[in-house]
């Protein structure tokens, strides 16, 4: 993917692992709570694609294909029109408004405005 090192638009704030559906079938997806920065880009928008960047540290051959067991995430890159998610259904899932202090860990990684 196009992931712009120079182009951090925010930080990733937490990492968490929830259910969710894929087709008919309800899968654990992982997910990231991020904070972007002010002013947020116009076009970013919910149902917008999404890039993990990533070091794997475990992997497994899978009928073919390569699971990741273990890895470390190094950014995230919210993907800018016409540019296209290697997933389909990786996304931004919700946009709202920060509402009072929240405890988490700070500097987990980098969120990546890609153009």
Same mark, same amino acid.
Not at 3 to 26: F, K, S
Not at 30 to 53: C, K, N, Q, T, Y
């Given at each position: 993917?196009?992931?712009?090192?120079?182009?951090? +638009?925010?930080? @990733?704030? &937490?990492?968490? @692992?929830? /259910?969710?559906?894929?087709?008919?079938?309800?899968?654990?997806?992982?997910?990231?709570?991020?904070?972007?920065? /002010?002013?947020?880009?116009?076009?970013?928008?919910?149902?917008?694609?999404?890039?993990?960047?990533?070091?794997?540290?475990?992997? &497994?051959? $899978?009928?073919?294909?390569?699971?990741?067991?273990?890895?470390?995430? /190094?950014? +995230?890159?919210?993907?800018?029109?016409?540019?296209?998610?290697?997933?389909?259904?990786?996304?931004?899932?919700?946009?709202?408004?920060?509402?009072?202090?929240?405890?988490?860990?700070?500097?987990?990684?980098?969120?990546?405005? $890609?153009?």
């Amino acid at each position: 993917m196009n992931h712009e090192t120079e182009n951090v +638009i925010g930080r @990733v704030e &937490q990492l968490y @692992v929830a /259910d969710a559906l894929d087709g008919t079938i309800i899968r654990p997806w992982w997910f990231a709570s991020v904070e972007l920065d /002010d002013p947020v880009p116009e076009w970013i928008e919910r149902g917008r694609g999404v890039s993990w960047s990533y070091f794997p540290l475990q992997a &497994q051959d $899978v009928n073919g294909s390569q699971r990741i067991v273990r890895a470390i995430v /190094d950014e +995230i890159s919210i993907l800018s029109p016409g540019v296209k998610a290697r997933d389909r259904l990786a996304r931004v899932v919700t946009l709202s408004e920060s509402v009072g202090p929240r405890l988490v860990r700070r500097n987990v990684g980098r969120v990546l405005g $890609v153009c």
